[in-house]
């Protein structure tokens, strides 16, 4: 009995998230709307729960569970350990900005929790049902989450084309697994791979089975040519929204890549990697480029997702520990940006007014050097000047693809985030050059502010010391390969 | 106590100094943001003197050494050390940031906290550009000082100041980040190594060592800037605040020139003799076609600046001599230039505080009005022209007799931009400084008050010092010099 009971200990953290989610549920729907900030203060507790599970259980080792369905792992940890702090700091910045849009509902924190679990599982994932299983989850919290402004035509619009596109894509992996699951006669990620190793006649399927896996994953990264909702979702999406759906679940997308292809596909390497190559060169050149002629701030980080994402790719392609070590590092890096970008927008934005136009940044300077101050070095990051964070990770993705021999790939990948500097150097610009269009105040709560100030700080730290960072990253990825 | 750490102090006092007065400076409280700025600038020179102090002459080693594990995932290190090519850059760059912190005193009324806080900072990660032995940690400063000095030019900078910051930043992007691939692929080739010590021995094929070559180029060529990837400099100093100005001229084109030495000559010695010609004749270019360019200019500060790479044309001819002579010379002429630009663009500093104009048709008869200042321009300007006894003769004597026995038509081009130097310096001076009073308000002019005679009387002393006795100078390089020298003779081919 014991025993049984036992097997289910890695999961408890998910345990924990699912019945807590149910009991927000019917917490919020008895008090009401009168006492929102239970289900507020119970979603911050419930992350912080789960962190504590995650971190009791941390996993020395793999460890395969549930019939070999889920596994924990140091890398499934470390990046759960990063989506609860991910998630709260987008419950904190979202609370004020949601409260004046009348979107301060039960159903924002159920979503996002359930998002969470989804997201939460496919990080454990080590079968095809569970990845799959994993990612329905968490995109279908998203579509409701994106739709949740009910009266906002862009927002609907922009859910229907998230839906129709992301359904699209599931079905494309969904085939893509089951072409592979008719070559290797397994969808456990550990005895495809023991399959594979062995080699097969079948090799035509299997190479079209991973071309659709690869779309079905291009799709859900948002790489090109798989990009088109991006930035009409992004646009469109209430900026909370938009927040969310840009920081936590690229850090599940990460996952969910290196299992398919790093575990399960990893004697493929060689077919998947060149679509990879295609794939992340498009996506470092579209996504700059665009991105320079964006005059809407949530369009133009859409696009500039859209070339972070080819830099991920890029370390991923790499195919070796180091590689999936730098696209973590990446990733985690990317998350942490692109929760202050967000973030910003909605510290700056207040009731019947949205800080998404470039010119809402003006002078910032002027009106609050410190909060311009985070900017400047977010932005400097996402550019990957020193000494940011997003430097390191730069190198560390541009090191692990001239280690297997892609030098060119690295000066391509540099070239073109040449022209994505020009971009973020615009919004420092406005914010230091310029003068100010706006000068009312800004009305930020102090724990936004705090969270913030936290964030950007990040940035600066891990640029000057980014060891540990980069030490848990490829620790958690040597320890799970 | 911290006799084990100069370096670190050199480069963490300023910029600590520059965040304690970001922190405490609101432009309510300009003074005290001002005070701050002269005690850390004062501080952070007074740290550099004992690099002077203790250096010894008699070694190419690297001294006043440190090393600890910075990422040790990457194998890098913070390592910094000075020898004899880098130690007189770190003290002129600290020395040029106290004349700066003063040069600004008045004429900054706008957010000075900010100001004054860039330009530590930027003094600070300019001495860790100077003071870098790991590949990684010369990025990180080398690509760091385009922060402070983006927002120099473009907050602080004249009408067109948007486009000349752009191209600024955008321009030294494109080289430094060519060249963090060939780091990387360095990185590999010398087995995992990010040291640039190291890296001169990492043995290289010609394909790789001629790639790589062009980035470095591209890389620091923009930075000193040769021709033809100069046009982003004399926009940066016609918008820039004189301050900018001054750093921009006297400091951030040695950081492209000290490339030069630190990595493109020992790192690639088999391509940099094959490619001497292409580097020789971009130089002259630069000091023959620039110069002519300089004559015809309106506008003092972009005289100067074209002026500036004339100049420095100089430097990277000196260097491709492959001579101690040239490399020597080479050096001199950046030290000297350091002086006599710094102190040029702050005499135009000071006419435009008064008059608000820096073309030269405004002024002429300044002498009338300005009797002390039009001494110490006269000084500058002559200096400027490559008098001899003053410190722009010697470098570029030196370079023109290294560059003799390598090929005479090389000295002989280089050569007559002393004629052209002399020509547009010295009409430039007579056209501002002689002739009756133009313009009305010249005669509304004063004289230069006792902070800019400091300024300018300082700058005099040193370009008089190191024109008529340079020897102490070319003592401190001469070792490291001539071991640089021995490792470029030697083929890197495997």
């Given at each position: 009995m014991r025993h049984a009971i036992?097997?289910?200990?890695?999961?408890?953290?998910?345990?924990?998230?699912?019945?807590?989610?149910?009991?927000?549920?019917?917490?919020?729907?008895?008090?009401?709307?009168?006492?929102?900030?239970?289900?507020?203060?119970?979603?911050?507790?419930?992350?912080?729960?789960?962190?504590?599970?995650?971190?009791?259980?941390?996993?020395?080792?793999?460890?395969?569970?549930?019939?070999?369905?889920?596994?924990?792992?140091?890398?499934?940890?470390?990046?759960?350990?990063?989506?609860?702090?991910?998630?709260?700091a987008v419950m904190i910045y979202s609370r004020d900005y949601l409260r004046e849009r009348a979107l301060y509902k039960g159903e924002f924190f159920v979503l996002a929790l359930f998002a969470l679990l989804g997201m939460m599982v496919m990080v454990s994932a080590s079968h095809f049902l569970t990845l799959y299983l994993g990612l329905e989850l968490l995109s279908l919290s998203l579509y409701s989450m994106v739709a949740l402004h009910r009266d906002s035509s862009v927002a609907t619009e922009a859910a229907m084309k998230y839906f129709v596109l992301g359904a699209l894509a599931s079905g494309m992996l969904l085939y893509g697994m089951s072409m592979v699951y008719g070559v290797t006669g397994s969808l456990g990620l550990a005895d495809m791979a023991a399959a594979l190793q062995d080699g097969?006649?079948?090799?035509?399927?299997?190479?079209?089975?991973?071309?659709?896996?690869?779309?079905?994953?291009?799709?859900?990264?948002?790489?090109?040519?798989?990009?088109?909702?991006?930035?009409?979702?992004?646009?469109?999406?209430?900026?909370?929204?938009?927040?969310?759906?840009?920081?936590?679940?690229?850090?599940?997308?990460?996952?969910?890549?290196?299992?398919?292809?790093?575990q399960g596909l990893e004697p493929q390497v060689g077919d998947w990697r060149d679509m990879l190559v295609i794939l992340a060169v498009l996506s470092v050149a579209l996504g700059n480029v665009a991105a320079i002629a964006q005059s809407n701030l949530k369009r133009m980080f859409a696009y500039s997702t859209i070339s972070h994402m080819g830099f991920v790719l890029l370390g991923i392609l790499a195919g070796s520990q180091s590689g999936y070590g730098s696209a973590m590092f990446y990733v985690l890096a990317y998350a942490l940006m692109s929760l202050g970008g967000f973030g910003m927008i909605l510290l700056l934005s207040r009731a019947g007014f949205e800080a998404d136009q470039l010119d809402d940044f003006k002078g910032l300077n002027r009106r609050s050097p410190w909060l311009a101050f985070l900017m400047l070095l977010l932005m400097f990051s996402m550019a990957g000047i020193p000494p940011t964070v997003g430097f390191y990770a730069k190198l560390a993705v541009l090191q692990a693809v001239v280690g297997i021999g892609y030098a060119w790939l690295a000066v391509a990948a540099v070239l073109l985030s040449l022209i994505g500097a020009f971009y973020y150097l615009r919004i420092v610009k406005?914010?230091?050059?310029?003068?100010?269009?706006?000068?009312?105040?800004?009305?930020?709560?102090?724990?936004?502010?705090?969270?913030?100030?936290?964030?950007?700080?990040?940035?600066?730290?891990?640029?000057?010391?980014?060891?540990?960072?980069?030490?848990?990253?490829i620790h958690a990825i040597g320890a799970s390969f | 106590m911290f006799g084990q750490s100069i370096l670190s102090l050199v480069i963490w006092v300023p910029i600590l100094a520059g965040v304690i007065v970001l922190a405490t400076g609101s432009d309510r409280?300009?003074?005290?943001?001002?005070?701050?700025?002269?005690?850390?600038?004062?501080?952070?020179?007074?740290?550099?003197?004992?690099?002077?102090?203790?250096?010894?002459t008699g070694t190419s080693a690297m001294q006043f050494v440190e090393k600890a594990a910075w990422i040790p995932a990457f194998n890098i290190h913070y390592h910094l050390g000075a020898d004899g090519i880098s130690m007189p850059l770190i003290l002129l760059n600290s020395f040029v940031t106290l004349l700066v912190v003063i040069a600004g005193w008045q004429v900054i009324q706008d957010k000075v906290a900010q100001y004054m806080a860039a330009f530590l900072i930027m003094s600070g990660l300019i001495n860790g550009v100077f003071a870098a032995l790991d590949g990684i940690l010369f990025y990180v400063f080398f690509e760091g000082m385009l922060i402070p000095?983006?927002?120099?030019?473009?907050?602080?900078?004249?009408?067109?100041?948007?486009?000349?910051?752009?191209?600024?930043?955008?321009?030294?992007?494109?080289?430094?980040?060519?060249?963090?691939?060939?780091?990387?692929?360095?990185?590999?080739?010398?087995?995992?190594?990010?040291?640039?010590?190291?890296?001169?021995?990492?043995p290289l094929g010609m394909t790789a060592q001629t790639l790589m070559f062009f980035s470095f180029l591209l890389a620091f060529g923009v930075k000193v800037p040769m021709w033809p990837v100069h046009t982003w400099l004399p926009d940066a100093h016609v918008e820039a605040p004189t301050g900018g100005s001054v750093v921009l001229a006297a400091i951030t084109l040695k950081v492209g020139a000290y490339g030069f030495l630190r990595f493109i000559l020992p790192i690639l010695p088999d391509a940099s003799h094959e490619l001497a010609w292409l580097v020789i004749a971009l130089s002259l270019i630069a000091v023959v076609y620039i110069g002519l360019v300089a004559l015809v200019q309106a506008d003092m500060k972009k005289l100067i600046a074209y002026s500036s790479i004339a100049h420095m044309g100089f430097v990277t001819l000196g260097f491709f001599m492959f001579n101690p002579l040239g490399a020597e010379g080479g050096l001199v002429q950046m030290v000297s230039h350091g002086f006599v630009s710094a102190a040029l663009f702050l005499c135009i500093g000071v006419m435009y505080d008064r008059l608000h104009s820096r073309q030269i048709k405004d002024y002429g008869g300044l002498v009338n009005k300005m009797p002390v200042f039009a001494a110490f321009f006269m000084l500058f300007a002559m200096a400027n022209a490559g008098l001899p006894a003053t410190s722009g003769f010697v470098g570029e004597f030196m370079v023109v007799m290294a560059a003799i026995p390598v090929d005479f038509w090389y000295a002989f081009i280089a050569a007559t931009s002393l004629i052209t130097g002399a020509a547009y310096t010295l009409w430039m001076y007579k056209r501002v400084v002689f002739g009756a009073v133009a313009n009305p308000h010249v005669e509304e002019m004063s004289d230069i008050n006792a902070r800019e005679i400091l300024l300018l009387g300082t700058l005099a002393v040193c370009v008089l010092a190191m024109g008529l006795y340079p020897k102490p100078l070319t003592d401190v390089m001469h070792a490291s010099v001539v071991n640089l020298l021995a490792h470029v003779a030697q083929s890197k081919l495997p």
């Amino acid at each position: 009995m014991r025993h049984a009971i036992m097997q289910f200990a890695p999961v408890f953290p998910e345990i924990f998230v699912l019945a807590m989610v149910s009991l927000i549920l019917v917490v919020d729907a008895a008090v009401g709307h009168r006492q929102r900030h239970l289900a507020y203060g119970l979603s911050l507790l419930t992350l912080a729960g789960a962190a504590f599970l995650t971190l009791r259980g941390f996993a020395t080792a793999p460890g395969l569970t549930l019939g070999g369905l889920f596994v924990d792992d140091p890398l499934s940890d470390v990046l759960k350990l990063f989506l609860y702090l991910t998630v709260a700091a987008v419950m904190i910045y979202s609370r004020d900005y949601l409260r004046e849009r009348a979107l301060y509902k039960g159903e924002f924190f159920v979503l996002a929790l359930f998002a969470l679990l989804g997201m939460m599982v496919m990080v454990s994932a080590s079968h095809f049902l569970t990845l799959y299983l994993g990612l329905e989850l968490l995109s279908l919290s998203l579509y409701s989450m994106v739709a949740l402004h009910r009266d906002s035509s862009v927002a609907t619009e922009a859910a229907m084309k998230y839906f129709v596109l992301g359904a699209l894509a599931s079905g494309m992996l969904l085939y893509g697994m089951s072409m592979v699951y008719g070559v290797t006669g397994s969808l456990g990620l550990a005895d495809m791979a023991a399959a594979l190793q062995d080699g097969t006649d079948l090799h035509i399927p299997l190479v079209f089975g991973i071309v659709f896996i690869v779309a079905g994953l291009a799709f859900k990264l948002g790489v090109v040519p798989f990009h088109m909702w991006v930035p009409d979702v992004y646009e469109g999406a209430p900026t909370a929204m938009t927040l969310f759906i840009g920081s936590a679940p690229k850090i599940a997308a990460f996952a969910f890549a290196v299992r398919i292809l790093g575990q399960g596909l990893e004697p493929q390497v060689g077919d998947w990697r060149d679509m990879l190559v295609i794939l992340a060169v498009l996506s470092v050149a579209l996504g700059n480029v665009a991105a320079i002629a964006q005059s809407n701030l949530k369009r133009m980080f859409a696009y500039s997702t859209i070339s972070h994402m080819g830099f991920v790719l890029l370390g991923i392609l790499a195919g070796s520990q180091s590689g999936y070590g730098s696209a973590m590092f990446y990733v985690l890096a990317y998350a942490l940006m692109s929760l202050g970008g967000f973030g910003m927008i909605l510290l700056l934005s207040r009731a019947g007014f949205e800080a998404d136009q470039l010119d809402d940044f003006k002078g910032l300077n002027r009106r609050s050097p410190w909060l311009a101050f985070l900017m400047l070095l977010l932005m400097f990051s996402m550019a990957g000047i020193p000494p940011t964070v997003g430097f390191y990770a730069k190198l560390a993705v541009l090191q692990a693809v001239v280690g297997i021999g892609y030098a060119w790939l690295a000066v391509a990948a540099v070239l073109l985030s040449l022209i994505g500097a020009f971009y973020y150097l615009r919004i420092v610009k406005l914010m230091y050059f310029d003068a100010p269009v706006d000068t009312s105040p800004i009305a930020a709560s102090a724990d936004a502010r705090v969270v913030m100030s936290v964030n950007g700080l990040a940035i600066l730290a891990l640029g000057i010391v980014p060891q540990p960072l980069m030490a848990i990253c490829i620790h958690a990825i040597g320890a799970s390969f | 106590m911290f006799g084990q750490s100069i370096l670190s102090l050199v480069i963490w006092v300023p910029i600590l100094a520059g965040v304690i007065v970001l922190a405490t400076g609101s432009d309510r409280n300009a003074a005290l943001a001002r005070w701050l700025a002269l005690a850390g600038a004062t501080l952070g020179l007074a740290v550099a003197i004992p690099l002077a102090t203790g250096f010894d002459t008699g070694t190419s080693a690297m001294q006043f050494v440190e090393k600890a594990a910075w990422i040790p995932a990457f194998n890098i290190h913070y390592h910094l050390g000075a020898d004899g090519i880098s130690m007189p850059l770190i003290l002129l760059n600290s020395f040029v940031t106290l004349l700066v912190v003063i040069a600004g005193w008045q004429v900054i009324q706008d957010k000075v906290a900010q100001y004054m806080a860039a330009f530590l900072i930027m003094s600070g990660l300019i001495n860790g550009v100077f003071a870098a032995l790991d590949g990684i940690l010369f990025y990180v400063f080398f690509e760091g000082m385009l922060i402070p000095l983006y927002l120099i030019v473009g907050v602080w900078g004249g009408p067109n100041r948007v486009y000349a910051a752009f191209k600024f930043f955008l321009y030294t992007l494109l080289g430094s980040l060519l060249m963090l691939v060939s780091m990387i692929y360095l990185y590999f080739q010398s087995g995992g190594s990010f040291d640039i010590q190291t890296w001169h021995g990492t043995p290289l094929g010609m394909t790789a060592q001629t790639l790589m070559f062009f980035s470095f180029l591209l890389a620091f060529g923009v930075k000193v800037p040769m021709w033809p990837v100069h046009t982003w400099l004399p926009d940066a100093h016609v918008e820039a605040p004189t301050g900018g100005s001054v750093v921009l001229a006297a400091i951030t084109l040695k950081v492209g020139a000290y490339g030069f030495l630190r990595f493109i000559l020992p790192i690639l010695p088999d391509a940099s003799h094959e490619l001497a010609w292409l580097v020789i004749a971009l130089s002259l270019i630069a000091v023959v076609y620039i110069g002519l360019v300089a004559l015809v200019q309106a506008d003092m500060k972009k005289l100067i600046a074209y002026s500036s790479i004339a100049h420095m044309g100089f430097v990277t001819l000196g260097f491709f001599m492959f001579n101690p002579l040239g490399a020597e010379g080479g050096l001199v002429q950046m030290v000297s230039h350091g002086f006599v630009s710094a102190a040029l663009f702050l005499c135009i500093g000071v006419m435009y505080d008064r008059l608000h104009s820096r073309q030269i048709k405004d002024y002429g008869g300044l002498v009338n009005k300005m009797p002390v200042f039009a001494a110490f321009f006269m000084l500058f300007a002559m200096a400027n022209a490559g008098l001899p006894a003053t410190s722009g003769f010697v470098g570029e004597f030196m370079v023109v007799m290294a560059a003799i026995p390598v090929d005479f038509w090389y000295a002989f081009i280089a050569a007559t931009s002393l004629i052209t130097g002399a020509a547009y310096t010295l009409w430039m001076y007579k056209r501002v400084v002689f002739g009756a009073v133009a313009n009305p308000h010249v005669e509304e002019m004063s004289d230069i008050n006792a902070r800019e005679i400091l300024l300018l009387g300082t700058l005099a002393v040193c370009v008089l010092a190191m024109g008529l006795y340079p020897k102490p100078l070319t003592d401190v390089m001469h070792a490291s010099v001539v071991n640089l020298l021995a490792h470029v003779a030697q083929s890197k081919l495997p």
